[in-house]
């Protein structure tokens, strides 16, 4: 590890290893399995492999080690495990620390697969999850028993941008003993201070801002060296969650330009949000950075930068909201996010569609929002761009 270097270099050199050749780039290791020079060897090696010792793809690979290496680097925890999706990576690092009886506190607003994960998985095994406003210290407080055992949080939740005061939440639950697991995608890796705010375990969609290009699913989870391979390794290399050499060698590539991108993009995002505040065809303009964010303040203190994501309430709901897709040009219609390319959702009727309508009025989910993830592409083109749509509402 490399803690003397600034996160910009760690996300370029961090965790490198190379072979006989003196490769520039990382290697792709595309290998189901390994060979043993002895049964000796392969003995050995079942009862305890050394750092750089491996057996088969589903416990770890030369290059998805590489990957794991520098984004734990790059986040200031001790280890890392990649998972072959963001889900998993979430499920994982639940599944891995949880059993019947446990007590679980969340926050109410998260994507629509990471409330199924608490709401159905969970609670079919004998998990109890108590739900609270994220944004209210005080429900953390009311909430957070002596027998919790995690909490769980989207550092800036999806798709309302509210943001969570994660040093606040972490004090009440490290006074109960409580593990604090995140979901960082929207503060990015880029902009990341988790570990300083009082985070334990993070978890990361890698295909989001990491690959960032629109090519790989990926996942990672990131804690100390005790969590990540005494609970989290074992639970996800037997049931098969773990990353491919292929997609681990394209993650290593983005996050050489993480910091570029997410930057550049978090800049046009402020511009776009900044310009569009106030516009007679909104209800209201979602972004962290704005001063009429209510957590504008802790966005601040939290991370680097208000993030990638803006998010538009539209006046005339659903079929306002549908005029406005339709009517953009180069931003594209999708349901990811953190890419070089713009991309619009309506969550409403895509990502949080499974949602109740009263959960979706309860978090702020209304029929004409939509959120833009902001791309790589000509900060003035794009508000240009979102301008003409919303005179064609």
């Known amino acids: 590890m490399t803690k003397d270097w600034s996160p910009r ?12 050749y003196g490769e520039m780039s990382e290697a792709i290791f595309l290998t189901q399995g390994f060979v043993y020079d002895t049964p000796e060897q392969a003995e050995a090696r079942f009862i305890e492999s050394g750092a750089d010792e491996f057996i088969y793809a589903r416990y770890g690979n030369p290059t998805v080690r590489m990957f794991e290496d520098r984004i734990a680097d790059m986040e200031g925890t001790e280890d890392a495990f990649a998972t072959a999706s963001g889900m998993a990576a979430v499920s994982g690092a639940l599944i891995s620390l949880l059993k019947a009886g446990d007590h679980v506190v969340s926050a109410k607003a998260l994507f629509g697969s990471c409330l199924y994960v608490l709401e159905e998985i969970l609670g079919r095994f004998g998990v109890e999850v108590t739900f609270v406003d994220g944004t209210d210290l005080s429900a953390w407080e009311a909430a957070v028993r002596d027998d919790t055992k995690v909490v769980f949080l989207e550092t800036v939740s999806n798709p309302t941008l509210e943001v969570i005061d994660l040093k606040g939440v972490a004090k009440i639950a490290h006074a ?13 890796p880029a902009f990341s201070k988790a570990v300083d705010l009082g985070a334990d375990v993070i978890v990361y969609s890698a295909t989001k801002h990491i690959d960032g290009q629109g090519r790989c699913l990926g996942g990672v989870i990131c804690g100390t060296q005790d969590f990540i391979r005494k609970t989290a390794e074992p639970y996800l290399k037997h049931t098969g969650g773990s990353l491919s050499p292929f997609n681990a060698w394209v993650m290593l590539k983005g996050l050489e330009t993480i910091h570029l991108r997410c930057n550049a993009q978090a800049e046009s995002a402020l511009f776009i949000a900044q310009a569009l505040e106030g516009h007679n065809k909104l209800d209201r303009t979602l972004y962290p950075y704005l001063n009429s964010h209510p957590q504008q303040s802790i966005a601040k203190e939290q991370m680097g930068a208000g993030g990638t994501v803006i998010s538009l309430d539209l006046q005339g709901g659903k079929e306002a909201a549908f005029k406005f897709l339709n009517a953009l040009d180069i931003i594209l219609i999708s349901n990811n996010l953190g890419d070089s390319k713009s991309i619009v959702t309506h969550p409403a009727t895509t990502t949080h569609q499974r949602l109740s309508d009263a959960q979706k009025v309860d978090l702020g989910i209304t029929e004409g929002l939509v959120r833009i993830s902001v791309g790589l592409e000509d900060k003035t083109d794009l508000l240009n761009d979102i301008r003409t749509a919303l005179d064609a509402v």
């Open 9 to 20: 270099t760690k996300s370029v050199h961090s965790g490198s290893r190379r072979s006989q």
């Open 176 to 188: 109960k003993g409580a593990t604090v697991v995140v979901d960082n995608v929207f503060a990015t």
